[in-house]
Each structure stands twice: as C-alpha cells, then as structure tokens.
C-alpha cells in the first residue's frame, strides 16, 4: 500500500493570494459606488476597459513566458492593478489612456520587471505615472461633483464620450471638467491667494478636502480597515504615511495657514486615503519587516507632501510610493527583527 | 499566587480538534501479535541488544542495554519470544529501514520479578534516581526522545527552575491531556522525584487554557501530593506555546541562548508524560514499556490508547475502527510538525504520541496546502506567525536560490520547524521543507569540509615529509661528498683500495669455507649424499 508522505505542516490556513486579491477588490466597493454616485459611470467603465485589457495582456505574457496560465490569471492580481488604475485616471478620459496605462502595468512594470512576486514597483503606480507623464492634458481633466447627473449625463452617453469622444449636442469636455482642488490650491497660491480664501471662493471645496472625495476617502478608509481586521495588510505602512502626511502638513499649516492646507485637507484629499491603504500596502513592492514598513510608509507620507506643496505636481503619492518600492529591499536589510535568543540585530 | 505571563512573538491560532479524541474514557490498546522495537528511539547512539534469536523474553526485561555516552535502554514490552534482529520499517521521515529487535508476543503477558514492587524513594540520592531512571529507559516523551537522567542533572547547580510543560498545543494531540486526567497525582509525585533528582526548589507546571478540567485536576493533585511549592500555570492557547523556547519566553521572559541550552538560563524543561514515567519507574519499578497515544482523524473511534511501546501503528488504526484500506496518508504526531509515515506496519515508539489518520474517502479532511505553490508575494504573514522572530521570506528566497551563506546570516538554525510561516503562507508555498533542504545541505557541506579538511592535512603533511626527506638526503650526499674530498691523498687511496680488496678477499675466503648444514647428520646419511653426489658428477661429465 502506498501512503503520501508529504511534508509538515500537514494544514494550511484558508488563505491564498486569490482569496487576499478579492478582499481587496471587495474592500473597493463601497469606493466604487460612492465614486459612482458623485461622478458618473466613468469609473466603472473604465475599470471595466482596464480588467479586460488586463485579462488579455496577462494571458498573452503568461503564454510568452511559459507560465501555468489558468493557475496566474485566476490568482486576481491584475483585477486589482487595473481596479486601482481606474482609480487614479479622470472618469471621461478615452478609452485608449486605460488601455494604455493598464497594458503598461502589466505587460512592462510586472511581466518584464520579474512577474508576480518579483516586480519591484507597484505596477498600478507606474501604469499611472507612464499615463501622466506622457498625456498630462488627459489625465488631469477632473469633473466636479454631480455635474453629471445634473446634467442628466447617461450612461450611453458615457460610452460614447469615453470610446468616441462624442459629447451630447450642447456639451464639450472642456465645459464639464473643473480644476481639482489641489491644482487649485497651489495655482492660487502662486499668484498669492491663501488657501482660506482660495477654499472661500471655490464651492468644489468640501469640510475637509474637495466635496464628494472626502466621502470616497471615507469609505476607502472603511474598506483598508476591513483588509486590516481581514490581516490581508498589516496597519503599519497606512498609519505611517497618513500619520507622517498629517504631521508634516501639521508643522507648516502651524507655522503659516494661509500658505499651506490644513493636515485634514491633505489626508483627504487627492489619493492619499487610496495610497495609503490600497497603493503603498502592495506586498510585493513594499518593505516587509515591521520597522521597515513603518520606515516605508514615513517616507511616502513625506515624500507625498514636499512634491504636493514643492513639487511640480498637484498629488505626490504615486511619485512617492515609487520612490520607496526602491528604497525597500534596502530598509528591509537594516530593520531584520532581533531573533530569539539573540543579542541584537547583526545584518 | 498569578505569575506574570509574557508574549512570545508570532505564533498561529488553530482549531484544536481535541474534543472528538477525549470524550470517551482511555483504554488499554490490545497486545499485538509482534511487537517491534527499534533499538535506536531517542536521540543518541542505539541501544545494543542483550538478546538472541529464539530467546523468550519478559514484559520489563532489557533487551537491549543503553550505548556509549548518551543513550537508553530497551525493554520487552511483553512476554514472548524474539523472532528477529534485523533491519525494519521505523517510524522516520526518510521511510530508511533500521536495526529493531522483534517480538513474536505470547499473549500471557508475564513481567519479570521485581516489575511493578512499590518502593520508597526517598531515601535515594540524586545520583541514585538518575541511574534508576536511565535503567527505565526513560526519554524524553514530548517528542524529542533525549534520554531523561542527562536532563536531571544539576551540575553546578546551575539550574534553578524546573517546568513541566502539559501545554501540548498541537491541534489533535490529546494524550497529555488524558494523562492528566487520569494520573494527576502520579504526575505531580514525577516532579517531586525529578526535582529532588535536580536538588531544586522551584518547579512550575504550564498547562493551556483550553484544558479548565485537567488544570483543577493538578491543582487538586499539588494539594494532595502536599507539594504547594509547585507553581501551577495556565498559559494561553496559541500554537506553538508547548514549545521548549516559546514555553521558557512566556513563563519567564527569558531566552534560551541561540545554539544554546535551556540550561544556560537556569531552566530545565521535561513534559508530563516523563514526569509519569518517572513515578512508573521508580515507584513502582516499571521501566518505559507503554504509553498514551492519540489516534485520531478518520477512524470510527478517536481515543487516546494506552499503548505498548513497539505495537504497530496498523493494529492501533484497526483498534480504533480505521479502514487500513482507504488511508491516504498516516502522520506520527501532530498536523504541524508531525511526519508522515511510509508505510503503516511501522511501530509506535517511545516519542509517538498522536497517530493522525486521513482516508481517501476522509471524514476528517486536513485542508492541507494546493500543490501548485505561487511566487512569494513577500506579504510578511510568514514574519509575523513566526515565533523565532524570523524573516521566512528571506530564508525561503535564499534557500531556494542555494545561498548558503546568505541563508545562515538570517539564522536558518534558530528555525524551530514549527510550521507557522508554513501555515500562513497565502502561496502556499511548503517553506519548512525549504528549511529542511537548507539545514540538511549545510549539514553535508560541513560534513564534507571536515572531512576534505582531514585529508588536506594529510596531503600537506605527506608533502613535507617529501620535502623533509629530500633536505635530508641532500644533506647526507653533501656530508659525505665532504668526507670524500677530505681523503683525497694519494696514500689513503691506495690505502683504501687496499682495504677494499681485503674486504673482498676475506669474504671470498669466507665463502670457501662456508659450512655445509650435514654436520649434525649420521653416518649412513652423509654416505648417501655422498653416493648421490657422485652420481651426479658423472652424469654431469657424461654430457
């Protein structure tokens, strides 16, 4: 008679990375409809564009690299590079910016730089820095808040505007979209406008950061918290780039308010919530000792914050977390846990 | 009296699994038809066995006498009559055959003389209750098999504190926890004999607290035994808490030293099931010849079994209404760090303590992990379930590249082999195995290094000898080369010609002369060699 003998342990917790991909992409949902709700159908539109390029390109890469297909494609990871790509890209942009971006971050920033596991920079945040670098103009056409729905905006009209670029007869793009807060801020605050009137003026400005990001930011907050309790990620790298982010914002806004944005404006606003939780926690990008991610997620929060008020950028985190996948392997060798029985830490 | 508990880093919660295994009463395993005893159950050199082929032997007699240095004894488990001492199927991961004296079992059970004779121990030394204990073949019972009398040692007095670890936190595993059930007393009495072996005064028990009935049961027992200088403490369920170093960190806050021992902090660890045996053994005169065992998984009946050492772990499946049939895989001890066995002929040892079934058609299903590991995704849950403190994903990432060097500077030998990272791991990668891999391989290089040193050396050495000599010689020619230009002078040549030629000459002379071996034979005989001479001369001239 032949009895299995494999190895110890002989159980294993019901986890797998598909399972951690699809907390993740369930922790985006009630994201997802409150973005919808304020801004329209473009979001799910382009998510759906983004997965399915994402499908193709990781099949045809999984092909080319010999790799056990239905066992990667299944695993959910590019469901999560493009959901959070879509994210990040204004929800009329053409269809062809999605496709782009998305085949970017899959085919070149994971396939090329190493395949799952070994891609050392989140390969949603490349796709998106790639996007911004190359179509500026694109990628930074914002739409305020319930202009849409406002406008009686339909979903048909959606598609089209987005795979057609044809707009309703009587709409252009130029007369739908609106400046983003952080733009403004620091456009305003070059011809030296402060922030409170600037925030006075403008009626895009919400208690804390723009009206209806801030809900977004809430239930992003919600959603990276579930992932948390789930210990899909660990509370360190969100707390050190919202708490090193806030503290520095702290420090300026008490040094001088009327040139720089509250501490609350600017966890709110942009992509930080995103970044925090969703972005930056990315496992295979990020550092992975306990004081390494705390390090990690310190450097984007600062990071973020000098090219927001200094940089040439209106937001900084995608800039900042790409900085720091670099910086990881590094952190990681200088932050080993002292292990039992040791004296201290000999790297 | 509450002691102060401190965390251990890491560490996985489990289903436990203990109940199905523990609601009915222990029961005695029937004695098997053979008994097979491998000689080498503990860590150590193998026994020697005092035994021959077709010799009838008695239930406690020793069959095989303890080997040099560190080891134990074996003792019938028995009456019966050896079969065999040849190479059989042990319990070990490697599935390699290995020398076992076996037991064809007569059934009628008979023990040898003074087996089971109370005595009193207390009038014993130290020295005199570590003997008794080697004799007994006790080792250590939770699982490493160290013989037990090297761990009541107290040299120097050094150790100060003794722990009995009744944690047993591997899901499934229930037979400590029966024994404290059913032998409490004796379990505490153990502890007064060890511990008067160790000269000590401080002694703590740890129990889990998912054990509430076991730990009332002892407590009760400390009163009885009227030993309330006996530190009874629970302990949180969380695996693996029942390890030695996690055990010592959560009791004391201390660490054992890297490579080092609990000794080297004062502490000595044994686990209940010794402390049991070592009342059987000196109270009543029994050595080491049975223990509990937890059968458990898909049989009709999970139990706890007293068990005769040396019983094959077929006979046990059977007992408990396991179909040997359908199994698919038969694992000596718990799911986390218990093997799995080769072959299900195999018998129980003295360190067996849970025989955990699967079937095909499985009612207990082990959610083992997919064969088809993914990449490492370095999420960390491996660091963080580890209780070493480790960074398994670097272990793994250097083990799997064969960086040996690389794979020790993050202390791969402070890996315990738990499982935890293992369990966690959402790529289901088999990281221990890696571990395993790494460990075994640099145990081969060092291997292979002392010996590669060895005959260096001897090469080396070999060397200068040759170069040695060859100085040498070159000396003697130069000496003598000096002595011959010294006498050039005719004269002394002539002189030393004409010694030479003496020297030939008186040899020759010599040689003449030379004695022939017929001078001590009788006349008659030189007569006929004589005549023979003749003859041959003649024949000579003839041609």
Redesign the interface.
Same mark, same amino acid.
């Given at each position: 008679?032949k009895?299995?003998?494999?190895?110890?342990?002989?159980?294993?917790?019901?986890?797998?990375?598909r399972?951690?991909m699809s907390r993740v992409l369930i922790a985006l949902v009630p994201a997802v409809i409150t973005y919808t709700w304020f801004f329209g159908w473009g979001l799910l539109i382009n998510m759906g564009i983004g997965i399915a390029t994402a499908l193709v390109c990781e099949f045809l890469m999984l092909k080319a690299r010999k790799r056990?297909v239905h066992?990667?494609i299944t695993?959910g990871s590019v469901l999560v590079t493009a959901a959070l790509l879509a994210f990040c890209i204004p929800p009329l942009a053409p269809w062809w910016l999605m496709v782009i971006g998305v085949s970017f971050s899959v085919i070149v920033a994971k396939h090329l730089y190493g395949?799952?596991?070994?891609n050392p920079f989140n390969p949603a945040m490349v796709g998106y820095v790639m996007l911004l670098i190359s179509f500026p103009k694109d990628m930074t056409v914002w739409l305020p808040p319930f202009i849409l729905s406002e406008l009686n905006f339909s979903f048909l009209d959606t598609l089209s505007a987005i795979f057609m670029g044809a707009f309703p007869l009587g709409f252009t793009l130029d007369a739908l979209t609106a400046v983003t807060f952080l733009d403004l801020i620091k456009t305003q605050l070059n011809i030296d406008v402060t922030v409170a009137e600037t925030k006075n003026t403008h009626a895009i400005f919400g208690d804390f950061g723009g009206i209806g990001w801030e809900w977004i930011g809430n239930w992003i907050f919600l959603g990276g918290v579930w992932l948390i309790y789930k210990?899909v990620i660990?509370w360190h790298i969100p707390v050190a780039v919202l708490g090193s982010m806030f503290t520095i914002a702290l420090i300026f806004y008490l040094k001088d308010p009327d040139h720089y944005a509250s501490p609350m404006f600017h966890v709110f606003s942009g992509a930080a919530m995103l970044g925090a939780f969703f972005i930056a926690t990315d496992?295979?990008s990020?550092a992975?000792?306990?004081m390494g991610?705390v390090i990690y997620g310190i450097g984007i929060g600062i990071l973020t914050y000098v090219i927001r008020v200094w940089g040439g950028y209106p937001d900084g985190i995608a800039f900042a977390v790409l900085l720091m996948n670099l910086a990881a392997p590094t952190i990681?060798y200088y932050t080993?846990?002292?292990?039992?029985?040791?004296k201290r830490n000999e790297p | 009296m509450m002691r102060r508990l401190f965390n251990?880093?890491g560490g996985?919660r489990?289903r436990e699994h203990k109940r199905e295994s523990t609601v009915s009463p222990v029961t005695r395993a029937q004695i098997p038809e053979k008994i097979i005893l491998p000689l080498h159950q503990h860590i150590g050199t193998p026994a020697r066995p005092v035994v021959n082929v077709g010799d009838r032997v008695l239930k406690g007699q020793i069959i095989a006498k303890a080997g040099n240095n560190v080891s134990a004894p074996i003792h019938a488990s028995t009456s019966g009559t050896i079969t065999a001492i040849e190479d059989c199927a042990i319990p070990h991961?490697s599935?390699l055959p290995a020398p076992c004296i076996i037991i064809e079992t007569d059934g009628r059970d008979e023990a040898v003389s003074h087996y089971g004779q109370s005595r009193d121990y207390h009038s014993l030394t130290a020295e005199q209750l570590r003997d008794e204990i080697k004799q007994a073949g006790i080792v250590g019972l939770g699982g490493a098999g160290f013989p037990s009398y090297l761990k009541l040692e107290n040299k120097d007095h050094k150790i100060t504190t003794l722990i009995l670890n009744g944690v047993e936190c591997e899901?499934y595993i229930t037979c400590d926890q029966m024994l404290m059930r059913n032998h409490a007393i004796d379990i505490v009495n153990g502890l007064k004999i060890m511990q008067q072996a160790l000269e000590i005064d401080h002694c703590i028990i740890a129990i889990e607290n998912n054990k509430p009935k076991e730990l009332e049961l002892m407590q009760e027992a400390i009163y009885e035994a009227e030993a309330d200088h006996i530190e009874l403490v629970q302990v949180p369920t969380v695996y693996p808490a029942g390890g030695e #170093?996690q055990l010592i960190?959560m009791l004391t806050g201390k660490?054992?030293?890297?490579?080092?021992l609990p000794m080297d902090i004062g502490i000595v660890c044994h686990n209940v099931g010794t402390a049991y045996a070592v009342t059987r053994a000196i109270e009543h005169n029994e050595p080491l010849i049975s223990r509990y065992i937890t059968v458990a998984g898909s049989v009709a009946k999970a139990k706890v079994l007293e068990v005769l050492i040396g019983t094959p772990v077929s006979h046990l499946i059977e007992e408990c209404g396991g179909n040997? #049939?359908t199994?698919?895989?038969?694992?000596m001890?718990g799911?986390?760090?218990?093997?799995?066995?080769?072959?299900?002929e195999v018998p129980v040892v003295k360190t067996t303590n849970c025989i955990?079934v699967n079937s095909v058609i499985s009612d207990v299903p082990?959610?083992?992990?997919?064969n088809?590991a993914?990449?490492?995704?370095?999420?960390?849950?491996c660091?963080?379930a580890c209780?070493?403190?480790?960074?398994p994903?670097?272990l793994y990432w250097y083990a799997r590249a064969k960086d040996f060097d690389k794979v020790q500077d993050?202390?791969l030998f402070?890996c315990i082999?738990c499982?935890c990272c293992?369990?966690?791991?959402?790529?289901?990668i088999?990281l221990?195995?890696y571990y395993?891999y790494a460990k075994s391989t640099i145990w081969q290089q060092e291997k292979e290094k002392v010996l590669s040193d060895i005959s260096r050396q001897r090469h080396e050495f070999h060397n200068l000898r040759i170069e040695r000599e060859k100085k040498e010689r070159e000396q003697r020619h130069k000496q003598k080369r000096k002595a011959v230009a010294k006498t050039s002078s005719q004269d002394d040549k002539k002189a030393a010609i004409q010694a030479a030629m003496e020297r030939v000459r008186k040899k020759r002379d010599q040689e003449h002369v030379q004695p022939k071996n017929i001078d001590d034979l009788t006349e008659q005989q030189r007569k006929l060699i004589e005549e023979v001479e003749a003859r041959r001369k003649n024949k000579l001239e003839d041609l």
């Amino acid at each position: 008679m032949k009895l299995n003998t494999p190895t110890s342990p002989h159980i294993h917790a019901d986890i797998s990375i598909r399972k951690m991909m699809s907390r993740v992409l369930i922790a985006l949902v009630p994201a997802v409809i409150t973005y919808t709700w304020f801004f329209g159908w473009g979001l799910l539109i382009n998510m759906g564009i983004g997965i399915a390029t994402a499908l193709v390109c990781e099949f045809l890469m999984l092909k080319a690299r010999k790799r056990p297909v239905h066992q990667f494609i299944t695993d959910g990871s590019v469901l999560v590079t493009a959901a959070l790509l879509a994210f990040c890209i204004p929800p009329l942009a053409p269809w062809w910016l999605m496709v782009i971006g998305v085949s970017f971050s899959v085919i070149v920033a994971k396939h090329l730089y190493g395949g799952l596991g070994y891609n050392p920079f989140n390969p949603a945040m490349v796709g998106y820095v790639m996007l911004l670098i190359s179509f500026p103009k694109d990628m930074t056409v914002w739409l305020p808040p319930f202009i849409l729905s406002e406008l009686n905006f339909s979903f048909l009209d959606t598609l089209s505007a987005i795979f057609m670029g044809a707009f309703p007869l009587g709409f252009t793009l130029d007369a739908l979209t609106a400046v983003t807060f952080l733009d403004l801020i620091k456009t305003q605050l070059n011809i030296d406008v402060t922030v409170a009137e600037t925030k006075n003026t403008h009626a895009i400005f919400g208690d804390f950061g723009g009206i209806g990001w801030e809900w977004i930011g809430n239930w992003i907050f919600l959603g990276g918290v579930w992932l948390i309790y789930k210990k899909v990620i660990s509370w360190h790298i969100p707390v050190a780039v919202l708490g090193s982010m806030f503290t520095i914002a702290l420090i300026f806004y008490l040094k001088d308010p009327d040139h720089y944005a509250s501490p609350m404006f600017h966890v709110f606003s942009g992509a930080a919530m995103l970044g925090a939780f969703f972005i930056a926690t990315d496992p295979v990008s990020a550092a992975t000792t306990t004081m390494g991610r705390v390090i990690y997620g310190i450097g984007i929060g600062i990071l973020t914050y000098v090219i927001r008020v200094w940089g040439g950028y209106p937001d900084g985190i995608a800039f900042a977390v790409l900085l720091m996948n670099l910086a990881a392997p590094t952190i990681d060798y200088y932050t080993q846990p002292r292990v039992y029985g040791h004296k201290r830490n000999e790297p | 009296m509450m002691r102060r508990l401190f965390n251990f880093s890491g560490g996985v919660r489990l289903r436990e699994h203990k109940r199905e295994s523990t609601v009915s009463p222990v029961t005695r395993a029937q004695i098997p038809e053979k008994i097979i005893l491998p000689l080498h159950q503990h860590i150590g050199t193998p026994a020697r066995p005092v035994v021959n082929v077709g010799d009838r032997v008695l239930k406690g007699q020793i069959i095989a006498k303890a080997g040099n240095n560190v080891s134990a004894p074996i003792h019938a488990s028995t009456s019966g009559t050896i079969t065999a001492i040849e190479d059989c199927a042990i319990p070990h991961p490697s599935g390699l055959p290995a020398p076992c004296i076996i037991i064809e079992t007569d059934g009628r059970d008979e023990a040898v003389s003074h087996y089971g004779q109370s005595r009193d121990y207390h009038s014993l030394t130290a020295e005199q209750l570590r003997d008794e204990i080697k004799q007994a073949g006790i080792v250590g019972l939770g699982g490493a098999g160290f013989p037990s009398y090297l761990k009541l040692e107290n040299k120097d007095h050094k150790i100060t504190t003794l722990i009995l670890n009744g944690v047993e936190c591997e899901p499934y595993i229930t037979c400590d926890q029966m024994l404290m059930r059913n032998h409490a007393i004796d379990i505490v009495n153990g502890l007064k004999i060890m511990q008067q072996a160790l000269e000590i005064d401080h002694c703590i028990i740890a129990i889990e607290n998912n054990k509430p009935k076991e730990l009332e049961l002892m407590q009760e027992a400390i009163y009885e035994a009227e030993a309330d200088h006996i530190e009874l403490v629970q302990v949180p369920t969380v695996y693996p808490a029942g390890g030695e #170093k996690q055990l010592i960190q959560m009791l004391t806050g201390k660490e054992v030293p890297s490579q080092g021992l609990p000794m080297d902090i004062g502490i000595v660890c044994h686990n209940v099931g010794t402390a049991y045996a070592v009342t059987r053994a000196i109270e009543h005169n029994e050595p080491l010849i049975s223990r509990y065992i937890t059968v458990a998984g898909s049989v009709a009946k999970a139990k706890v079994l007293e068990v005769l050492i040396g019983t094959p772990v077929s006979h046990l499946i059977e007992e408990c209404g396991g179909n040997r #049939k359908t199994l698919s895989r038969v694992i000596m001890g718990g799911p986390m760090m218990g093997f799995a066995l080769h072959d299900d002929e195999v018998p129980v040892v003295k360190t067996t303590n849970c025989i955990l079934v699967n079937s095909v058609i499985s009612d207990v299903p082990l959610p083992s992990r997919s064969n088809a590991a993914m990449p490492c995704i370095r999420c960390g849950a491996c660091a963080e379930a580890c209780p070493a403190n480790l960074l398994p994903q670097q272990l793994y990432w250097y083990a799997r590249a064969k960086d040996f060097d690389k794979v020790q500077d993050y202390n791969l030998f402070d890996c315990i082999e738990c499982g935890c990272c293992d369990y966690v791991c959402p790529s289901q990668i088999p990281l221990v195995q890696y571990y395993r891999y790494a460990k075994s391989t640099i145990w081969q290089q060092e291997k292979e290094k002392v010996l590669s040193d060895i005959s260096r050396q001897r090469h080396e050495f070999h060397n200068l000898r040759i170069e040695r000599e060859k100085k040498e010689r070159e000396q003697r020619h130069k000496q003598k080369r000096k002595a011959v230009a010294k006498t050039s002078s005719q004269d002394d040549k002539k002189a030393a010609i004409q010694a030479a030629m003496e020297r030939v000459r008186k040899k020759r002379d010599q040689e003449h002369v030379q004695p022939k071996n017929i001078d001590d034979l009788t006349e008659q005989q030189r007569k006929l060699i004589e005549e023979v001479e003749a003859r041959r001369k003649n024949k000579l001239e003839d041609l």
